[in-house]
């Protein structure tokens, strides 16, 4: 349906409230192909339970360019593509195209009526009642698409405490953390939990073999003589998109990268340690299980690197324009 068509379909006799734009809900939201009243979209109590135990996501973020004329969401296509590997991994029919998912985000951003940064959540769970534990695979499927405003923390200074947590981070041999399943935060859960019980902000989690993976919702690097160093792909962790995008920005300033195992006390010996992800973006931490982290302060590297991803983001950026994908704002074309 398109976004005439859906603000002209609303049922007036429908009793359920609009968004509440004071909590970030949006009027709008996309399920199996429609865009419906937020208050609408409900499901049965049966809905919820095992279905959630094999559904995947992904959160997308859409930046208000610099010069305030246009939304950008930030490679779309790439979260569209890692969406389908997670639904592959886990077993799910996911019933939408790349292409038509990208229409679904476009339109329920244009509806929604946002003209600042927006965060962007799709995501597939098997349909109707389920009280099967073991979810069959193919089973039909749901796809919604959520949104909602975030404040973003690239223009700031903001860094965090990260302690290394003794939850051990699920591995590919168990649940793997290549796939976004919303099962697998059960996991970075207990360590956040952890994390905070005893005074820190972030955990950072090591896996099977002990070796550094990642957060709970990001991944993690370490700067050392001037190298950034970042576990590899097959260390337990989800393939990142901001991960990626801060590989390609450190080659294009030239600072070298190295993708291999890191030790838990390499932690305690780098010059800078950050998150990246793209809810938490670009974050610093400063002290790793109370030892602080080179000078106990947000270090040059991830701070020039904070400011080249907010270049990139909101349209300054001189390359890799492939990775926006513009919504012009009214009387912004
Ligand atoms: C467990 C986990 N690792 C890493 C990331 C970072 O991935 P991305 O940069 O694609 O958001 C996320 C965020 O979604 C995450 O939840």
Same mark, same amino acid.
């Given at each position: 349906m398109s976004v005439e068509a859906a603000r002209q379909h609303r049922d007036p006799r429908s009793s359920a409230?609009?968004?509440d734009p004071e909590f970030g809900n949006p009027e709008w939201i996309w399920r199996n192909g429609s865009l419906i009243p937020w208050a609408d979209a409900r499901v049965h109590v049966n809905a919820v339970g095992h279905a959630s135990v094999s559904a995947v996501f992904e959160g997308v973020k859409a930046y208000l360019s610099a010069d305030g004329t246009?939304?950008?969401?930030? &490679?779309?296509?790439?979260?569209?593509?890692?969406? +389908?590997? !997670?639904?592959r991994i886990c077993r799910l029919d996911l019933? =939408? *195209?790349r292409e038509r998912l990208r229409a679904a985000v476009l339109d329920l951003l244009r509806i929604n009526g946002y003209?600042?940064?927006?965060y962007i959540r799709p995501w597939v769970?098997?349909?109707?009642? $389920?009280?099967?534990?073991?979810?069959?695979?193919?089973?039909?499927?749901?796809?919604?698409?959520? *949104?909602?405003?975030? &404040?973003s923390g690239l223009s700031g200074g903001d860094s965090c405490r990260a302690t290394v947590s003794s939850w051990i981070r699920v591995g590919d041999a168990s649940a793997p953390? &290549? +796939?976004? +399943?919303? !099962? %697998? =935060?059960? %996991?970075?859960r207990l360590a956040l $939990?952890?994390?905070?019980?005893?005074?820190?902000?972030?955990? $950072?989690?090591? %896996?099977e073999r002990f070796k550094v993976s990642e957060g709970p919702a990001a991944c993690v690097a370490i700067v050392r003589d001037g190298t950034i160093i970042t576990p590899s792909l097959t260390s337990g962790l989800l393939e990142s998109i901001t991960r990626d995008t801060v590989l390609a920005l450190a080659a294009g300033m030239g600072i070298p990268v190295q993708e291999r195992e890191v030790d838990r006390s390499e932690l305690y010996l780098a010059d800078e340690i950050f998150f990246m992800g793209t809810a938490w973006e670009i974050l610093p931490v400063t002290s790793v299980d109370r030892l !602080?982290?080179?000078a106990g302060r947000v270090g040059p590297i991830a701070s020039l690197l904070r400011t080249e991803y907010d270049r990139l983001v909101r349209g300054r950026a001189d390359h890799h324009g492939e990775w926006l994908t513009e919504l012009p704002l009214p009387g912004g074309e």
């Open positions: 409230p609009l968004g246009r939304l950008l969401a930030f &490679r779309l296509d790439d979260h569209l593509d890692r969406l +389908a590997r !997670s639904a019933p =939408y *195209t003209a600042e940064d927006v769970f098997p349909s109707g009642v $389920i009280r099967e534990q073991m979810v069959p695979a193919g089973t039909r499927c749901d796809v919604v698409v959520d *949104t909602w405003p975030f &404040r953390p &290549r +796939a976004k +399943a919303f !099962s %697998n =935060y059960h %996991n970075g $939990i952890e994390a905070r019980e005893n005074g820190y902000d972030w955990p $950072i989690m090591l %896996n !602080s982290v080179g």
